[in-house]
């Protein structure tokens, strides 16, 4: 019985931090947006914070990947970023 009480507080705690770091991720419709209306400078805070969290271990490669094939699609708003 406390081997299964400890189980759960473990899986509770676990779905709590796992929580708590998906806040801080860099939401990818912000930054597409962003790059719709040309602000460079949120652009640029966006991909710093993304960077920051990445070299903390609190985003992966592939997920900082991910932010960058944004600029792979082919339309001209994206095209037009600069």
């Known amino acids: 019985m406390l081997l299964f009480i400890c189980a759960i507080f473990l899986c509770i705690a676990t779905s709590v ?3 708590d770091k ?3 991720h ?3 419709d912000a930054l597409r947006q962003a790059i ?3 602000h460079v400078h949120k652009v640029e805070a966006i ?3 993304a960077q920051s969290q990445f070299l903390a271990g609190d985003i992966t490669a592939s997920e900082m990947r991910e932010l960058f094939e944004i600029f792979v699609m082919s ?3 994206v095209s037009a970023f600069s």
Request: a negative charge; zero cysteines.
């Open 17 to 19: 931090a796992a929580s």
């Open 22 to 24: 998906s806040v801080d």
């Open 26 to 28: 860099i939401n990818r």
């Open 36 to 38: 719709y209306d040309g």
């Open 47 to 49: 991909y710093d914070t």
């Open 75 to 77: 339309d001209p708003r």
